[in-house]
């Protein structure tokens, strides 16, 4: 019997997202972008090809050409309740069950990735992200985040890693709580009318 050691370290590979590996781009990267020795990258902004900020038919194609992803075509696409957002929701094959890939104003802002605990575990994704990106910002029960004011990344329990992009993230929770403030402001007008 084979060891599975070698799919093991592929898998690492392709799960540190800015890695090159045979589902992703290996584009050399110019002077500007590089860190210097002993410093730590920034969180990832792509896994595989699909990186936050693409248009909805470029991660289709990068999905197509993804060997840890099953993309069936149009079923895998809904629209969500929510105006101006869609969701792409994927099989996985070997480490990753399934992808959500969401849109928003047809833009990519987060990725969500669960993985198969059979195939891969918690403390080896930790470790891998740690070597990389350095100790998290946040670390509790829950989950392990990395973030840089542009990107979140965080591994999640019980074992899943999400990628967002902080600007959506921001404009949509601002939406949120004026949109919340506006039904408060409402409701007390409704009160007073009483």
């Not at 992200?129 to 829950?142: F, I």
């Not at 990344?153 to 929770?173: G, K």
Request: charged share 25%.
């Amino acid at each position: 019997m084979k060891s599975p050691l070698p799919l093991l370290a592929a898998c690492l590979l392709a799960l540190a997202p800015a890695l090159p590996c045979a589902a992703q781009s290996a584009a050399p990267k110019d002077d500007a972008s590089k860190t210097a020795p002993g410093a730590k990258a920034a969180p990832a902004r792509e896994f595989g090809g699909v990186e936050l900020g693409m248009d909805r038919d470029a991660v289709i194609e990068a999905l197509k050409k993804n060997y840890l992803f099953s993309y069936r075509g149009p079923e895998d696409v809904s629209l969500l309740p929510s105006p101006n957002q869609s969701l792409i929701e994927v099989s996985g094959l070997s480490f990753v069950k399934r992808g959500y890939f969401q849109f928003y104003e047809g833009k990519l802002w987060t990725i969500i990735l669960v993985l198969d605990p059979a195939k891969i575990d918690h403390y080896s994704m930790y470790t891998t992200l740690v070597a990389k990106y350095g100790e998290p910002g946040l670390l509790d029960p829950k989950e392990a985040r990395w973030e840089d004011g542009s990107v979140r990344m965080a591994l999640e329990r019980p074992l899943s890693l999400r990628y967002m992009d902080m600007a959506v993230y921001l404009r949509l929770r601002d939406e949120a709580k004026a949109g919340q403030s506006f039904a408060e402001f409402d409701r007390e007008g409704f009160l007073e009318g009483l």
